[in-house]
């Protein structure tokens, strides 16, 4: 007997510029695992956003059970049954996995007013073992492995009798031993008549788990199909859809010797003999999903992170990059993930922000020289063309697109050798992209070795001279330009 | 890594060193001071640390949620004035002196949680300037109302309060002693056994997800504040009962060691864990190091001056202890991403 | 550009504020606008000022330091106990040992928040009773005097009139002006407090920043404390109680924010003054010295308050 436990209807959502949800309908039944594909931009985080009442939609109609409810804040999308697992876990690390399963509702001994931990340890264990786990409800959180954690979450899931649980990206961060128990567990709440939305990017778990597979492209549903009648390239080219080379030039570059050369990089227990090579007027794409760690790998790349084993020689010269700071001496730059975060400072203006890796430069003396800051500034601004109404305003004012072109403008004021960038034009628009990208095949042009991280197919696939593919640490396989297409390429990273 | 540095680093088990620690402070002491190891300086110890005891029990409640208060010393000092007040001028009975005091101590404590939670300015600064603000008045009632211009206590009744023994023939217990061990027990009671409790917890471990689920944090940041206030109140009428007098710069000096003490207990300065048994012996640990420095002092040449530097240097290996603790674990804990 | 309108508008209002309390103050009692009394009041506003005015870029830096206050009592002790010895040092090297005192406590501070990440409040907590126990300790909780008074000359010296503790202070500023608006330093100081990740990540060196300031903000602690040990002439253990309050309620009262990124010299300057006329008023009023506590807390916490409202309705906005 399967009832529509959930049903959203007609939703829309938008920001600023944005339409990230645009007229999309789901339903899930009872007993049910849903999996939802796409991209990112797809609309994916929106539509959880939505469901835990985190934002409110625009247009739309949200029904639980058969019944139509208003989720207006996290409260009430609890209050309703739905449960969020989120990627970043949200537990309560000083506290022990009983208190976090029954956080505000802890049970009380009616005469005694006092907390009956026995009842709160014996429910606990009941639910644990559900989930086929023996953690103790005694044990801090903060002792508990990732996964174990996790089943901390869905434990408090099931004990609110949550109706949906959603969980996002649930495998990025476990091994694949935790991902089997995982599955268990998820068929295990299958059983009990609860429905599970399955957000992820790796296609072999979504076809293993769900019943049925959703997929969503540039806000909106492309189809919905019933996984045993679903082919996993057809999935990925839904999901993939924009026609390859309308959007993104083709970047010939000049190669004129190695730049940079990384062997045998290794970092325990995270990425595992990282070997390549970038050529001058190169651009080395480096592809993997969420979790497959090539952020760790960019941020060794620019200092970040420590290295445990492995070398990097830059023009031939060993260099040990032990902070940001060398690594720009080194004349790399870089475009870090998080533009509002790492990339900018947001109460800056746009002058002071464009000169920040560069203030050495400002003058001989130790006083910066408001000429030479304001002509650096103009500079950049019209050479990519940053709309601003002038150089002295907030960059928190300015669009996302704008807003990345001052990261980048940073970055090459120090002239760099090798660029390191990572997701350079998410939630960006089209109009900046192209900008953005007219600037690399320039820097190709003038020997720059770029190492692209991004997720974003399309780009990675027509920009990129080569493309490194890699998944749980290591680099599987490489494609030179035209080897591979979009439907290979999200295939290869999606394996295990 | 050497084992044992390994296991200080990681272990979570503070309060076993820390007694481990303290029985080493009494034996040091024991061996090189003639008269520390006796019946009659013990009493002494335990007859010194009652006011601070209580006020590291009020301070543990506002850092568990994860604020800090560093004006409760100037509520001990307020409501000494205002004890002494109560009693010579307005001849109030012993009770109705407490009721008054308690309940005024939980009023600053509310004005404290007031503009934390309502108006959302940072717990240090805002009691940085009620500790400064109380004291201004404390100094004022003290020094310009002629009618506080009282001298001591004499009353038996108030005086027993603070210094009564049983058994009235041998002094063995102190009847501060009872005190400390009614309110930390209860204390421990209503932090890990009621509901309102492991709220605190909850709120000091992780707010939003608190929140989230549906606990009023700003209600339960608001107690917090008010149960300092409360005892810190409480704590100057103990001491003011010890002393026979109450002045206006009673408890000035005395927040440093109470924060020290409550570091030093494990209560961690971001909420959510700590246990009051660590913090009972953190303050048994600086009374030892107070008053065995006084035995030292006698004995040797070393300045008796000399603990205020050793609790500096306690807080701060406390808190180094625990800062090289949190960088050991991140690096554990990297993911791949 | 908003930042500056910001900058301006709060600034003025300190002004007139503190023209306010001028004007209240010479109508409450005659001398306050006399010869003496100003230069008084001004020496006094130096005294606290110069710590003022690198507090103001630790927290603009988003750190804190709470010893200023152990450090001036350390060093007056330090100083009168080297002054006072039967065959002293010369007065140049005593005043170098006291001014190194400080940038030794800053450099402790300094290392403990830099390379343990320690978190500042706590460790400068530390660090102040570790300084006022020391002094204890040296004092032996006794107060030095010293006799021979050429340290006077540096607390009730003039150079063309003017004290020179007063030009110390208007130097401190117009030099930490300099550092923190148009140097490249000041603008590290600036990045730190407003992302400290983004400026690290653009090759800022935090630590190196950091420290620096701590190690300064010491230094300024002990030219506070030497001015103070001059005036007086004795080296008490007790000197320095509360100054920390004093300053950190200057710096806040002038727009510095706790949480990093904002604030002006101009700001704490425009907050040291009212914060000395206030007293000096209150005092020449016939307020008792204990009794400004009360009126420090209430502007303390008034102005923070101000400021919060006022943030909030701006990110509202």
């Known amino acids: ?496 | ?337 | 550009m908003k930042i500056i309108g910001n900058k301006i508008t709060t600034n003025m209002s300190l002004f007139a504020f503190l023209g306010f309390l001028i004007i209240v103050f010479s109508f409450t009692s005659e001398h306050f606008l006399g010869i003496y009394n100003i230069t008084s009041l001004l020496t006094n506003i130096s005294y606290s000022g110069i710590a003022a005015i690198v507090l103001t870029l630790i927290i603009i830096s988003r750190g804190l330091d709470i010893s200023i206050g152990g450090v001036i009592g350390l060093t007056t002790v330090v100083i009168a106990t080297l002054y006072s010895q039967s065959d002293p040092l010369p007065v140049w090297l005593i005043l170098i040992i006291g001014l190194s005192t400080g940038a030794l406590v800053g450099l402790l501070n300094g290392w403990c928040i830099t390379v343990l990440n320690m978190d500042p409040i706590i460790t400068t907590l530390g660090a102040m009773a570790i300084t006022r126990g020391l002094a204890y300790v040296i004092s032996d909780s006794q107060s030095i005097l010293m006799f021979e008074d050429t340290t006077d000359f540096i607390s009730n010296g003039t150079i063309l009139f003017i004290p020179i503790p007063i030009i110390l202070f208007l130097i401190t500023a117009l030099i930490f002006s300099i550092i923190l608006h148009k140097s490249k330093f000041g603008r590290a100081v600036y990045a730190i407090g407003a992302n400290e990740t983004s400026a690290s990540l653009s090759g800022i060196s935090v630590k190196k920043v950091k420290m620096i300031l701590y190690v300064l903000s010491g230094l300024a602690a002990s030219i506070s404390g030497i001015i103070l040990v001059g005036q007086t002439s004795v080296g008490m253990p007790q000197h320095g109680i509360g100054t920390e309050l004093e300053v950190i309620t200057a710096v806040l009262l002038g727009g510095t924010a706790l949480s990093g990124g904002k604030g002006t010299i101009y700001g704490t300057i425009a907050g040291v003054l009212i914060l000395g006329v206030l007293f000096n008023g209150l005092t020449i009023s016939g307020v008792r010295y204990v009794h400004l506590q009360i009126f420090q807390g209430i502007l303390l916490l008034a102005a923070v308050a101000t400021y919060e409202i006022k943030t909030r309705n701006e990110v509202a906005t």
Not at chain 1, 332 to 352: A, C, H, M, Y
């Open chain 1, 1 to 496: 007997m399967k009832s529509t436990l959930l049903k959203m209807s007609h939703i829309c959502k938008s920001y600023p510029g944005v339409k990230a949800i645009n007229d999309v309908s789901i339903d899930l039944f009872a007993g049910e695992v849903l999996g939802i594909m796409g991209e990112n931009g797809a609309g994916k985080s929106t539509l959880i956003k939505l469901l835990a009442g985190a934002e409110k939609k625009d247009s739309g109609e949200i029904y639980i059970d058969e019944k139509k409810v208003d989720i207006n804040s996290p409260k009430a999308s609890q209050e309703n049954g739905v449960s969020v697992i989120y990627q970043e876990l949200i537990t309560m690390d000083t506290l022990s996995v009983a208190e976090n399963i029954f956080v505000g509702q802890l049970p009380v001994n009616k005469v005694t007013k006092l907390i009956d931990w026995k009842a709160a340890q014996k429910k606990s264990t009941e639910v644990l073992a559900l989930l086929n786990s023996n953690i103790k409800p005694k044990s801090i959180v903060a002792t508990l492995s990732v996964y174990e954690k996790q089943i901390v979450e869905v434990a408090k899931a099931i004990h609110k009798n949550a109706k949906v649980v959603v969980m996002d990206e649930p495998t990025a961060a476990l091994s694949e031993k935790d991902s089997k128990s995982l599955f268990k567990v998820i068929e295990n709440l299958k059983n009990q008549g609860v429905g599970i939305i399955y957000i992820s990017h790796r296609i072999e778990e979504v076809f293993k788990i769900s019943d049925r597979i959703t997929v969503m492209r540039d806000g909106k549903l492309i189809a919905t199909k019933q996984t045993k009648d679903a082919e996993k390239k057809e999935i990925i080219s839904m999901m993939i859809g924009r026609e390859l080379n309308q959007f993104f030039p083709e970047i010939k570059s000049e190669k004129k010797g190695v730049m940079m050369k990384v062997s045998d990089l290794n970092i325990n227990g995270i990425i595992e003999n990282i070997s390549f090579e970038v050529k001058k007027g190169e651009i080395l794409g480096i592809f993997g999903l969420v979790g497959s760690g090539c952020l760790n790998i960019a941020r060794a790349l620019i200092g970040v992170d420590d290295i445990d084993q492995g070398e990097i020689h830059i023009n031939g010269k060993k260099t040990s990059i032990k902070n940001p700071k060398i690594a720009l001496k080194n004349n790399i730059g870089f475009i870090p993930i998080d533009r509002k975060n790492e990339g900018l400072t947001l109460n800056f203006s746009v002058k002071q922000n464009l000169t920040l890796q560069s203030i050495d430069e400002l003058g001989s003396s130790f006083i910066i020289q408001e000429s030479i800051e304001n002509s650096i500034a103009e500079k950049w601004v019209k050479k990519l063309d940053i709309k601003t109404p002038n150089i002295e305003v907030e960059v928190k004012t300015l669009s996302g697109g704008n807003q990345q072109k001052i990261v980048l403008g940073k970055t090459l004021e120090i002239n760099p050798e090798i660029l390191v960038i990572v997701e350079p034009t998410r939630g960006i628009d089209v109009g900046a992209k192209m900008d953005i990208y007219k600037m690399l095949e320039n820097l190709c042009k003038e020997g720059v070795a770029i190492i692209l991280v991004s997720t974003d197919v399309p780009e990675i696939l027509s920009i990129s001279n080569r493309v490194l593919v890699v998944s749980n640490g290591k680099i599987r396989k490489e494609f030179k330009k035209g080897e591979a297409n979009q439907q290979e390429l999200l295939y290869e990273a999606s394996l295990n």
């Open chain 2, 1 to 337: 890594m050497k084992v044992w540095l390994k296991k200080l680093i990681y272990s979570d088990d503070i309060v076993g060193a820390l007694g481990i620690f303290l029985v080493l402070l009494v034996v040091f002491f024991s061996v090189m001071t003639p008269h520390f190891f006796s019946l009659m300086n013990f009493n002494s110890i335990i007859g010194n640390i009652p006011a601070m005891a209580i006020l590291c029990l009020g301070l543990t409640f506002v850092v568990l949620v994860g604020d800090l208060d560093l004006s409760l010393g100037s509520i001990l000092g307020i409501t000494a004035i205002l004890a002494v007040f109560f009693f010579k001028v307005m001849h109030f009975p012993l009770w109705l002196n407490l009721v008054s005091c308690v309940i005024i101590g939980g009023i600053f404590g509310a004005f404290n949680g007031a503009i934390v939670t309502k108006i959302g300015i940072n717990s240090i600064i805002t009691t940085l300037g009620t500790m400064a603000l109380i004291r201004g008045l404390t100094y004022w009632i003290a020094m310009d109302v002629d009618a506080m211009q009282v001298g001591r206590i004499t009353d038996p009744a108030f005086l027993n309060f603070g210094r009564y023994y049983f058994p009235e023939k041998s002094r063995l217990i102190p009847i501060t002693l009872v005190y400390l061990v009614i309110l930390y027990g209860a204390s421990a009671l209503f932090l890990n056994h009621t509901s309102f409790g492991r709220q605190i917890y909850a709120v000091g471990s992780n707010e939003a997800t608190a929140r989230l689920a549906g606990i009023n944090v700003k209600r339960v940041r608001f107690v917090c504040f008010i149960i300092a206030g409360m005892l810190s109140a409480f704590g100057g009428l103990v001491l003011v009962a010890q002393l026979g007098l109450g002045e206006a710069y009673t408890g000035q000096n005395m927040i440093l060691e109470v924060v020290t003490a409550v570091v030093l207990g494990g209560v961690l300065l971001t909420g959510g864990k700590g246990r009051l048994t660590g913090v009972i012996i953190a303050v048994l640990i600086l009374g030892v190091i107070r008053n065995g420095m006084v035995h030292l002092e006698q004995v040797t040449d070393i300045s008796f001056y000399w603990r205020d530097v050793a609790k500096g240097v306690i807080l701060l290996l406390a808190i180094g202890l625990y800062s090289v603790r949190k960088s050991f674990n991140a690096k554990r804990l990297r993911t791949r991403q």
